[in-house]
């Protein structure tokens, strides 16, 4: 960007900090994790248990007794989506059609926001007393915070760190027909319109290839080629890299010229929009991992993983939030990195999962607390669908955990119809988180590797007295929010 632009990127971001902090009483706390994470279901999940009276003993505002109430009330930017909570919990739950229809909530494709207060007493000096905390909740895919350090790079910088990274082993399958079809194409040559949009669509079927399951990659922007949304078919996601030598010349009305160009565009018209009206008025921040699928997936994925979450924490301005820069800079200052589907395993790996994550984010976790930042790191599962049991096999007395696979899902050969029970052996994870960098932290697997982790339905919701659904269950939930929210509610 030009001195002039960053100018204006700044005077942009001051204003919004000073209508926030003006508005007084209020947390943004972001919430996103790369594709099925679980964003959906965490935000259910909590307005759920705080509004529902769910149990959350590390919470110290509930564990203390001065957790008055909490409701939901109108968000405060009309222009952006409410999230559909009534609409999650009664998927997650079956709602009126009952525990059969139970299901998981559609992943998030754009952003969204609801306002969550909570009345509370306060026990700190003179302000002692009733108070209240509006919790504005910000919903928003992961992929879009990788697109933040694209302000930073020209269209000849991205070209060639996206072409390098096509190229290795794990990607170079999944990039060859996009990659043979780059071959045929002269960046000096004349645009034309059919060359663009062709190797477009072949770059975002490359992109969605390597998110998908067996494979589990993670760092893939432009992330609006995968959700698209509103922008599909747009010229601002028609374009694609293109091999152009370091110092070469970009000719002007040639195809180059077209593609940095919508790049360009990309970047003003998608990402500084995105930067100022929304990432820069946070002030926490949670990113869920599913680092069960990187494993499943492999160490490529692990690794592949790792580099990601180091880019997410790039993006962020981590830093201790002072009176000035909350009016003229919002800080996010506290970062909290969740591994979720920890229900997926036996509470004896919950650490361990705990430890692969600091592991994956401890370059990440450097650089934030250099900076003054506080971040943290977790195991949780924000809607637990499954119970622990014991197991004998012989002898031997194994540790299982119980509940419905989802229909199709396969263990040792066997396909579950979505509606019967089972007792699953889930494997331990490594004590040394090291390992799964390495690919020798798990047991061989079989041809069913993909499905190490059984992925459930979700749990059959209790109902009280009036037919409503109680608090979903969780594990650990009350500790993400009492780092998140619990020095704003002493």
Do not use: C
């Not at 002039?4 to 990127?9: E, F, S, T, V």
């Not at 990309?266 to 991992?289: E, G, T």
């Not at 002898?395 to 229909?407: C, F, M, S, T, Y």
């Not at 749990?459 to 929010?481: K, N, S, T, W």
């Amino acid at each position: 960007m030009s001195l002039l632009d960053d100018i204006a990127l700044e005077a942009r971001i001051a204003a919004r900090g000073l209508a926030d902090y003006m508005s007084g009483g209020a947390v943004r706390l972001g919430v996103t994790g790369l594709s099925r994470a679980g964003k959906t279901v965490f935000i259910t999940s909590l307005v759920h248990n705080l509004t529902r009276g769910g149990k959350l003993p590390v919470f110290r505002v509930q564990a203390e007794g001065r957790l008055l109430r909490a409701s939901l009330d109108p968000q405060p930017d009309d222009h952006v989506a409410r999230f559909a909570y009534e609409d999650h919990l009664a998927a997650l739950t079956g709602g009126a059609a009952g525990a059969d229809a139970r299901r998981w909530p559609n992943s998030t494709t754009e952003e969204a926001e609801l306002r969550l207060t909570i009345e509370y007493e306060r026990v700190e000096g003179w302000r002692a007393g009733p108070a209240k905390l509006h919790v504005d909740i910000f919903d928003y895919p992961g992929e879009w915070l990788l697109d933040l350090p694209l302000l930073t790079k020209s269209y000849a910088q991205w070209s060639r760190e996206t072409l390098e990274a096509s190229a290795i082993a794990a990607r170079a399958p999944l990039a060859a027909q996009w990659r043979g079809f780059l071959t045929t194409l002269d960046p000096a040559a004349a645009a034309r319109e059919e060359d663009a949009r062709k190797a477009a669509a072949l770059f975002t079927d490359y992109l969605r290839a390597a998110r998908d399951e067996r494979f589990a990659l993670s760092t893939l922007p432009p992330g609006r080629f995968l959700l698209p949304g509103h922008l599909r078919d747009s010229p601002l996601l028609t374009f694609t890299p293109l091999s152009i030598p370091d110092g070469g010349e970009i000719i002007e009305g040639s195809l180059a010229a077209m593609m940095e160009r919508r790049y360009e565009s990309y970047k003003s018209h998608v990402v500084k929009p995105f930067f100022v009206n929304h990432f820069a008025r946070l002030d926490r921040q949670i990113v869920l991992v599913d680092a069960l699928a990187a494993l499943n997936s492999g160490p490529t994925a692990v690794r592949d993983l790792e580099t990601a979450l180091a880019d997410v924490l790039m993006a962020f301005r981590a830093g201790s939030s002072t009176l000035l820069s909350r009016i003229f800079r919002p800080r996010i200052d506290r970062i909290l990195f969740a591994a979720t589907k920890a229900d997926h395993l036996h509470h004896t790996s919950h650490d361990k999962l705990e430890a692969i994550l600091r592991t994956l984010v401890a370059r990440a976790i450097a650089r934030a607390e250099s900076l003054g930042g506080s971040i943290d790191v977790i195991a949780l599962a924000a809607a637990r669908a499954t119970r622990e049991a014991s197991v004998k096999q012989g002898r031997d007395q194994l540790d299982a955990i119980v509940g419905v696979p989802l229909a199709g899902e396969r263990v040792n050969g066997e396909t579950f119809d979505g509606r019967a029970e089972v007792a699953i052996f889930p494997g331990e994870l490594p004590d040394d988180p090291k390992l799964v960098f390495r690919g020798d932290g798990l047991a061989t697997r079989d041809e069913d590797a993909d499905f190490r982790f059984v992925k459930f339905r979700p749990p059959v919701a209790r109902l009280d007295g009036a037919g409503a659904p109680e608090p979903l269950p969780q594990i650990r939930l009350d500790r993400a929010l009492e780092f998140l929210l619990g020095d704003r509610l002493r």
